[in-house]
């Protein structure tokens, strides 16, 4: 598949200028806002995408080797088409709620092209306004669900150790993140957290895929068992875990948790706001390893990253109890399904299927596993694990597989690692909370050139990384 080498001129406003506006009026997301200066001095400024690169506001390009923040499948190219899309949308009707028994033709659209692409008897939709908001309606799907059913005291959830779900307050109860939960006092959801399917460091055994899927299926259950399997509403779970690097299941994994979800009474939820449309090769991660969910979260790459849009897909037997006579979905979200992210979203879908953007993916994504898989000879990797264009590296501080205590190699994650990758042009994800990784997610029109030259400048940046252990 092609990818754009233009180059492009900045015009727009000076970037010390922009920053230090910045610093005086905009509030980063998870940022220490303080610490950028009174001018903004440490303030990346990104200012136009052109193909899977992107300019800064002084003119430089980088690839940009995490989509933006996984979202932009398309690169930055597709830009008319959506303005058309947008145009037109815009033209006949800006905004509409879906509310009150009140949609709109683009929703409608949308809903029902979705249900040709999701997991089999997965066919309603409720949309919402990002990931975190998709999270939060499944977990009061499931809520009213049971009570519907005669089992209000299904109030528990459970997620897995190290997952990220949204920061909203309800998501924010099933993520496993100390730091980021802490400051805002109790969970609002009772949560188990249990293993997730990261095997490094493991004992050997566990390398069998059947080993492993019957360890952590037992663990499991023991935890349903233990929380009394009549008081747990759902487990959520991504098809591949994006926190703690791109952690892969083992094989009969996603089925066991399908049988012990109908064996307990509760639903399973396939968080696959990373994972859908593309990113590991299909159009919904989990029918890569089996996943047979009962809602499935998605936002992030449903729109390739030109509008805002989440959305939480139930399955029929869900939605039969829903939906019964009389029965109101006390839930929603104002710009739910709004008619320009619908209407980007259908354009988007439209793109992929037309440019095969799947079989892009497909047909490169064992030449990135085999160039990704290299980099473990060097000494400061451990792992690296991955499926499609969603690859991490987790890094050692030493070769015998320390970690990052040590100031000295501590500075290695947060210093010297990313400022090289960015030196040579290259915008991936570094950093150390659930463990040290560096991280990579291409748009996903990224030609063999392009992965070629993102897994070099990895190469070489942790090459030297390793020089300094």
Request: with cysteine.
């Amino acid at each position: 598949m092609t990818t754009s080498t233009s180059t492009s001129t900045s015009t727009s406003t000076p970037a010390g200028e922009l920053s230090a506006t910045a610093a005086r009026h905009l509030l980063l997301n998870m940022t220490p806002n303080g610490s950028l200066g009174p001018k903004g001095e440490n303030l990346f400024v990104v200012q136009r995408g052109d193909g899977p690169y992107v300019d800064d506001a002084d003119g430089r390009r980088y690839i940009d080797g995490l989509s933006g923040l996984y979202c932009c499948q398309l690169g930055y190219s597709y830009a008319p088409e959506f303005a058309e899309a947008a145009e037109k949308q815009l033209r006949d009707l800006c905004f509409s709620p879906l509310w009150s028994s009140s949609a709109h033709p683009t929703a409608i659209a949308l809903a029902e092209r979705l249900s040709r692409l999701a997991p089999v008897d997965v066919e309603h939709t409720f949309f919402a306004g990002g990931g975190a908001e998709a999270v939060e309606t499944a977990w009061k799907i499931a809520r009213r669900y049971h009570a519907l059913r005669g089992e209000p005291g299904r109030v528990k959830a459970i997620a897995r150790r190290g997952a990220y779900h949204g920061l909203t307050i309800g998501a924010l109860s099933l993520t496993d993140d100390p730091g980021l939960k802490e400051p805002y006092g109790p969970a609002a959801i009772d949560t188990r957290f249990v293993s997730n399917t990261n095997r490094f460091g493991l004992a050997p055994e566990y390398a069998d895929d059947e080993v492993f899927t019957a360890r952590l299926l037992a663990e499991l259950e023991a935890a349903i068992l233990a929380e009394d399997p009549g008081t747990v509403a759902m487990l959520i779970a991504e098809p591949v875990q994006n926190r703690g690097g791109c952690i892969t299941p083992p094989a009969g994994y996603w089925e066991g948790l399908r049988s012990l979800a109908d064996r307990y009474g509760f639903l399973l939820v396939a968080d696959e706001v990373i994972t859908a449309f593309g990113r590991v090769g299909e159009w919904f991660g989990g029918d890569r390893y089996g996943a047979r969910p009962d809602m499935v979260t998605v936002a992030k790459g449903i729109t390739a990253g030109y509008a805002p849009m989440g959305a939480t897909l139930v399955n029929k037997r869900v939605v039969e109890v829903i939906n019964r006579p009389g029965t109101v979905l006390n839930h929603g979200y104002t710009f739910a399904g709004h008619p320009l992210s619908a209407a980007i979203a259908l354009r988007s879908l439209e793109i992929m299927e037309r440019d095969r953007i799947l079989d892009n993916v497909r047909g490169l994504q064992d030449h990135l596993a085999s160039r990704m898989a290299s980099l473990a000879d060097l000494p400061i990797v451990g792992d690296v694990r991955g499926a499609g264009f969603f690859y991490a590296c987790e890094l050692v501080g030493d070769q015998e597989g320390g970690g990052f205590g040590d100031t000295a190699r501590a500075a290695l994650v947060a210093d010297l690692i990313p400022r090289r990758l960015r030196e040579a042009g290259l915008l991936a994800r570094v950093y150390n909370r659930a463990a040290p990784l560096v991280q990579i997610a291409p748009p996903l029109i990224s030609d063999r050139q392009l992965l070629d030259r993102i897994a070099d400048i990895l190469a070489d940046a942790l090459d030297e990384a390793s020089a300094h252990l």
